[in-house]
């Protein structure tokens, strides 16, 4: 099995140790969403950041920790305030064939653990950063963002909802029903989100939320809308990438209500709209949903306890993507450089894709078994090779294409080969959109090229004409 580092607490698991109340074990996710009609006592927040000191806290770290970080923002909440994103790496902000991952907490308002460890998460990596080999391959390996706080308007107001009162984790385009797929409609930090996995790829995520104490994996929903186990096609990676997190933990994986301490999302109750299945269907990006808490507001000074028990969980699921996996990148055997293209494993149906500048790729898989890996890329030969996963290491496997010729014996090109910077992997794209347009640039570009043609075979032949003699009279 893949290594996992636990905590001290772990030893101490069967010694029935714990929070005040006994039951930190994992119960059923709360039925009754926005519609609860009581609030939280006007003092549960005390001993928990305010907005305000959450964002001076995260621009302290910054300043801290900035050979390490960044800090960025990908929008605003309804009531304008900025969704900070801390970087971490060993070259925060550059490009590198490294995987990333994100963790986003407080999605729900009434659930603030989250933004709570994820800063004492940043802090604890920027302290044992060249002291602790865990943290030094995150940070030297992985490109770990997180934004501490998507809902910072719910937090104000206590409550699940955000500023408009919309469950933002109900707000993502669904698969299944087609309700919401009006962007313009979305709520802000909605499409903060979405527009950031539009700029940023991601390989992985997890959502930290409260109410109960379980792993998360898609499909979150299902077709019929009943609850039942309603698997994708990566369930055994998934199940996977869950148990490394309940493992990890100090009590998760002896629940008493989910085997393992996971669930598929859609067997608990069918969630749609949801950021989890957004995320792997739109983002290309294996995202959980961590249930962190049993409590959703628990006394802020349980918070160190609950800090401890999801440590190791938290660092071992970042790390988990360099530890496992397929790793490499795509290259072109004439000019031997990178090539934007698909990763496809044989017998699952799921499509990653290189980044469009390194051409890398990151695709997680479940270790101990063998794979056929194949690279696509418009325009170039196919390739695919057999793999073997080993359990406590990944697998780096680059893939160098040939063109394609034709029978005339002209390269057929991608559009990727055209020397511009372009994210389109699919000619059928291309073509499919204002046909007619393309159809009359190629004829007039074609037309340009004759002319040109003729007058440099013109220039030529002036050249090589023998040189007038001068004549000099007398």
Known sequence: MLHIQVNKFTLLRKKNLGFENESYAGSG???????????????????????????RAVKEFGRRCSHISRIYSIGESVRGFPLWVIEISDKPGQE????????????????????????????WICDNYKRDPLV???????????????????????????ANKVDLNRDFPDQF????????ARQPETK???????????????????GALVANYPWDASL????????????????????????????????????GGITNGAA??????????WNYIYGGCFELTLEISDNKWPNAKELPTIWEYNKMSMLNLVASLVKTGVHGRVFSSDSGRPLPGLIT???????????????????????????????????YKSKATHIWLEKEEATNVDFILDPEVSSDGTLLRSICDCGRKSRLLSIGYFWGTHFEVYLVLIVVLAFLCFLLTRRIKSNLLKQRSPPKRSVLTV
């Open 224 to 259: 019929d809308k009943r609850k039942n186990y309603y698997a994708c096609p990566d369930d055994g990676t998934f199940r996977f990438l869950a148990s490394i997190y309940s493992k990890s933990h100090y009590n998760m994986s002896l629940s008493k209500e989910f085997e």
């Open 192 to 210: 903060a989100i979405m527009s950031w996995l539009r700029e940023m790829r991601f390989t992985a995520s997890a959502s930290l939320h409260g």
């Open 345 to 379: 494993i044989k017998g699952i149906n799921y499509t990653v894709k290189t980044s469009g500048t390194l051409a890398d790729y990151h695709r997680l898989l479940v270790p101990g078994e063998r794979y056929e890996v194949m690279a696509t890329v418009p325009g």
């Open 29 to 55: 996710r709360h039925l009754i969403e926005e519609n609860q009609s009581h609030h939280p006592r006007t003092d549960i927040a005390r001993g928990y950041m305010t907005n305000s000191e959450l964002e």
């Open 268 to 277: 608990w109750y069918p969630v749609y709209g949801g950021m989890q299945d």
């Open 136 to 162: 030094d391959l995150i940070v030297d390996k992985v490109h770990l963002h997180i934004l501490p706080s998507m809902n910072p308007d719910g937090f104000s107001f206590r409550r699940r909802g955000n």
């Open 96 to 123: 590198e064939p490294e995987p990333a991952f994100k963790f986003i907490g407080n999605v729900h308002g009434d659930e603030p653990v989250g933004r709570e460890l994820l800063l004492l998460l940043a802090n």
């Open 177 to 184: 029903f087609p309700w919401n797929n009006n962007e313009d």
